[in-house]
Nanobody, 126 residues
């Protein structure tokens, strides 16, 4: 079992930066691929970024490519999402998630992920 706790969300202006963190419990954290999803009001949950167990493979949604960076520190059982040049359309609840069935492959489908955090709100004003 893995428990995930996100932090770092908040209210910022367009063009600002935020860094989200996700602290994981459980000794098997380092063997899981991890991801970030987000859900805006009235919209479906969407993939944002994913990272393999070692951090060597990363994958981003087109909407955030070049602005967001996902990383992980397995020694700290933590993954991060550095978000730069934020836009109002980035406003959403951001969720951290773990995929226990994949180590190297990063999947974009939410049903492939097994563990989810409670989410952290990111609001970007124009």
């Amino acid at each position: 079992q893995v428990q995930l706790v996100e932090s770092g969300g908040g209210l910022v202006q367009a063009g600002d930066s935020l860094r989200l963190s996700c602290a994981a419990s459980g000794r098997t954290f380092s063997s899981y691929a991890m991801g970030w999803f987000r859900q805006a009001p009235g919209k479906e949950r969407e993939f944002v970024a994913g990272i393999s167990w070692s951090g060597s493979n990363t994958y981003y949604a087109d909407s955030v490519k070049g602005r967001f960076t996902i990383s992980r520190d397995n020694a700290k059982n933590t993954i991060y999402l550095q978000m730069n040049s934020l836009k109002p359309e980035d406003t959403a609840v951001y969720y951290c998630t773990a995929d226990r069935n994949h180590m190297v492959i990063v999947t974009t489908a939410s049903h492939e992920y097994d563990y989810w955090g409670q989410g952290t709100q990111v609001t970007v004003s124009s």
